[in-house]
């Protein structure tokens, strides 16, 4: 069974740091890719970054983009998402997301087939 864990999350000030990590379970984690997506209110959910399952190739959404760096460590299985400059517009869910590597497709939510529970960002002005 495939479980991605998603400690982390919280309430930061803008301008402020902070690091999402996801552990994932079930299956080898070096094979795939890994991905992490947002959720605000009212709003679609949208790709925020992804990495290879090497690590060496990573995806960024322009609006991210510069502020925050997509990681994974594969002995530990797990993913990080460290994110600097945040603004009150990163307030959201975070979901991590695990598939096989699609290349450009990576952007897109309907090639992962497993999600993690999702962890709240809130950035106050």
């Known amino acids: 069974q495939v479980q991605l864990v998603e400690p982390g999350g919280g309430l930061v000030q803008a301008g402020g740091s902070l690091r999402l990590s996801c552990r994932a379970s079930?299956?080898?984690?070096?094979?795939?890719?890994m991905a992490w997506f947002r959720q605000a209110p009212g709003n679609e959910r949208e790709f925020v970054a992804a990495i290879s399952p090497s690590g060496s190739i990573t995806y960024y959404a322009d609006s991210v983009k510069g502020r925050f760096t997509i990681s994974r460590d594969n002995a530990k299985n797990t993913v990080y998402l460290q994110m600097n400059s945040l603004r009150p517009e990163d307030t959201a869910v975070y979901y991590c997301?695990?598939?096989?590597?699609?290349?450009?497709?990576?952007?897109?939510?309907?090639?992962?087939?497993?999600w993690g529970q999702g962890t709240q960002v809130t950035v106050s002005s």
């Open positions: 079930g299956r080898p984690f070096s094979v795939y890719a």
């Open positions: 997301a695990q598939g096989p590597w699609t290349g450009d497709y990576v952007r897109r939510g309907d090639q992962y087939d497993y």
